[in-house]
C-alpha cells in the first residue's frame, strides 16, 4: 500500500467546523501485490518512500461457550 504524505496544511471550515484541504495527493491510496511491486512504482514516479513492515500478528486461540460448562473445568467461574 502506497500512502503519500500531505502537501498542504489542514484548515477548519469556518462554518462546520471540519477539518480539510485541498490536497486529493494525500487522500488517495494505492494498492499492490507484492512489495516488490509498490518499491519498483514508487522507483519510477521518483516517489522517496519508507518501507514499513506490518507488525506480526498473535494467534487467537478460538474460544468455545460450551467449554464454560466443561466438566472438570479449572478456571473459576466468572460471573
Same mark, same amino acid.
Given at each position: ?44 514516479? !521518483? ?20 467449554? !464454560? ?6 478456571? !473459576?467461574?466468572?460471573?
Amino acid at each position: 500500500m502506497l500512502d503519500r504524505e500531505p502537501t498542504a496544511k489542514l484548515s477548519a471550515d469556518p462554518l462546520m467546523g471540519w477539518t480539510g484541504g485541498g490536497d486529493t495527493v494525500a487522500q488517495t491510496r494505492l494498492l499492490f501485490s507484492t512489495r516488490e511491486e509498490a518499491i519498483a512504482f514508487a522507483q519510477r514516479e !521518483n516517489i522517496a518512500f519508507d518501507l514499513e513492515l506490518p507488525p506480526r500478528r498473535a494467534a487467537i486461540k478460538p474460544k468455545v461457550y460450551a467449554d !464454560n460448562f466443561k466438566f472438570g473445568r479449572v478456571e !473459576n467461574w466468572s460471573h
